[in-house]
């Protein structure tokens, strides 16, 4: 059966008879969903009793490929009278491909393993609970491997497995709730690649990795609750690759992860809501690449990360980013369609920001600081084109939020990085690369300097009124010191005539400023050129300040 497709049925659907001539055999005959019949296994039929005996002797059990029905060690604690938690010491037991069949339960409560190896390779465990609660495993290889179990939950319920290799692998755990919660791994290598948690909510709460790694590569869970709240991951690996968690929600709240990596990638996520809130893993690199979230929520409330990489994901999902503790975030080539809050860079000691290829179609909620900006500058990290992309989709996104004056910072930062970008594609030497520069910095002067990119009207205003003063002086100086030069002349009296004052000189640069030119006094001499350049400085600066200005009011 194990070896054929029902085994990823997740029904356990049988018929039990006896064999002609042979009365320690049993057939089984095993059905698929639409009642068909599908496979035939013979077993060799052991009594419970028997094993009683061997339990007593403490002989080493070999139950492969046997039926045993209705096995209970509350029976056998019963049977022996013993109190109702005593242990109960396996030395050995290979179970390799048995049939566990029961009319209530099968009970390895408060069991024992010893020996090397403890297997329950290819078991297929019938209908009902089945309960390995409080067991303890101090065999160095245990393996479940392939193992089917019918409609009933399954607990390992504060089970420990002390060190080696536990084997999880392809187990099928049909259709009722699985239960690891406290349960100890200690130093083992533990492993549920491609296996299926069953159709009801699936516990690890409280359990405690140690130095082993753990891999659920490949895994599917059920559409009920999957909850590791609290589980204390070690040092070893941490592998959610490629999972299935189907609908339910997902937790890993208050989990800790002392592993360098933690991997998700690829993994697909249904309905629900995905909780790390208040997670810990301060030096962990959490992966979680090309996933699919599905719907529902991702949150990561005053969790602690080393290294967050949610890096060409779709968030059709109501993102909470908002960490404790953040060293690195990383968002490359993803697209929200939902809304997601960022942390604050400067209160979670971010020290890396990645927003290469993000689109956003939602909201994003974070707020401009200078440490953000120092974030997408950070050197090395990419080109002035890839700067000036994250900049502007966050000038995008704050004017999509009304958050104005993080626009303006947004966009002047990435008009920044255009023109550095410009200056550092030139490939020529010689004289073009001056040229270049030269134009670099007349640009930076006009458009960054005076105006901020017309994003900051009250900067244009005090650079036209320095402009006046500093076109005054000039006036001023050139008619005491250098009349040579020219003078400012006036059509007034000559008892009406200051033109040699200084507040006279303020006058004639305002009204030539603003090219009000009343006629009471003009430019003679050189003055007359000096006096169109102020005129033409006028003309731009307030045209300048017109742009800024609406472009406030406007929005």
């Not at 296994?41 to 061997?54: A, G, P, S």
């Not at 900051?456 to 005491?480: C, D, K």
């Not at 009204?511 to 400085?537: H, N, P, S």
Request: aromatic residues 16%; positive net charge; proline residues 2%.
């Amino acid at each position: 059966m194990l070896g054929s497709p029902l085994h990823e049925h997740h029904l356990l659907r049988y018929t039990i008879a006896e064999v002609p001539n042979s009365p320690h055999l049993v057939l089984l005959t095993f059905y698929d969903e639409f009642e068909k019949r599908v496979l035939d296994i013979e077993y060799t039929r052991v009594r419970f009793e028997d094993l009683i005996i061997q339990l007593q002797q403490g002989a080493d059990l070999n139950l492969e490929h046997v039926y045993i029905k209705n096995f209970s060690l509350s029976r056998y604690r019963q049977i022996l009278k013993l109190d109702e938690a005593a242990p109960v010491v396996f030395n050995t037991i290979s179970a390799k491909g048995c049939f566990f069949d029961s009319d209530t339960g099968i009970d390895f409560n408060g069991a024992v393993f010893n020996g090397k190896k403890t297997s329950f390779e290819n078991c297929i465990f019938s209908n009902g609970f089945v309960d390995f609660s409080n067991t303890v495993f101090n065999s160095e290889e245990i393996s479940f491997r392939k193992s089917k179990f019918g409609s009933g939950s399954t607990s390992f319920r504060s089970a420990k497995f002390k060190e080696g290799r536990l084997n999880f692998n392809h187990v099928n755990f049909g259709t009722g709730n699985t239960v690891f919660v406290d349960v100890h791994f200690l130093d083992c290598f533990v492993e549920f690649k491609g296996t299926y948690f069953g159709d009801g909510n699936l516990d690890f709460k409280f359990s405690k990795f140690n130095k082993g790694s753990v891999s659920f590569e490949r895994a599917s869970f059920s559409k009920g609750r999957k909850d590791f709240k609290n589980v204390e991951f070690g040092r070893g690996r941490v592998d959610f690759r490629k999972v299935q968690f189907n609908d339910g929600d997902v937790i890993f709240e208050g989990a800790e992860f002392n592993s360098e990596k933690i991997s998700f990638r690829g993994s697909v996520f249904g309905c629900g809501a995905k909780k790390f809130d208040q997670s810990k893993a301060p030096g962990s690199l959490l992966l979680m690449d090309q996933v699919e979230l599905g719907q529902g929520t991702l949150s990561f409330y005053d969790s602690e990360w080393g290294t967050l990489q949610l890096q060409s994901i779709q968030f059709n999902v109501l993102a909470d980013l908002r960490c404790k503790h953040c060293k690195s975030l990383r968002l490359s080539d993803s697209i929200i369609r939902d809304i997601m809050e960022l942390p604050s860079p400067d209160f979670v000691g971010m020290e890396e920001l990645d927003l290469k290829g993000i689109r956003i179609l939602g909201r994003l909620f974070v707020t401009w600081s200078k440490h953000l900006k120092a974030l997408i500058y950070k050197p090395g990290a990419y080109s002035f084109q890839i700067k000036a992309e994250q900049f502007r989709v966050l000038k995008e996104n704050f004017r999509a939020n009304g958050q104005y004056d993080d626009e303006d910072a947004a966009y002047l930062e990435f008009r920044r990085c255009i023109e550095k970008q410009k200056l550092a594609i030139v490939s020529e030497k010689g004289y073009a690369r001056v040229f270049s520069k030269l134009g670099y910095l007349w640009r930076w002067f006009i458009f960054d300097q005076i105006g901020r990119y017309a994003t900051n009207p009250m900067r244009v205003l005090s650079h036209a009124l320095g402009t006046v003063i500093g076109f005054a002086v000039v006036y001023w100086f050139t008619a005491h010191f250098a009349p040579f030069l020219g003078k400012v002349g006036s059509t007034l009296p000559e008892s009406l005539n200051q033109s040699s004052h200084f507040l006279n000189s303020l006058y004639y640069s305002a009204i030539t400023f603003f090219t009000v030119g009343y006629g009471d006094y003009f430019a003679v001499g050189w003055l007359k050129g000096v006096a169109a350049l102020e005129g033409f400085c006028g003309v731009f600066l307030m045209s300048y300040f017109t742009v800024a200005f609406v472009r406030k009011i406007l929005r």
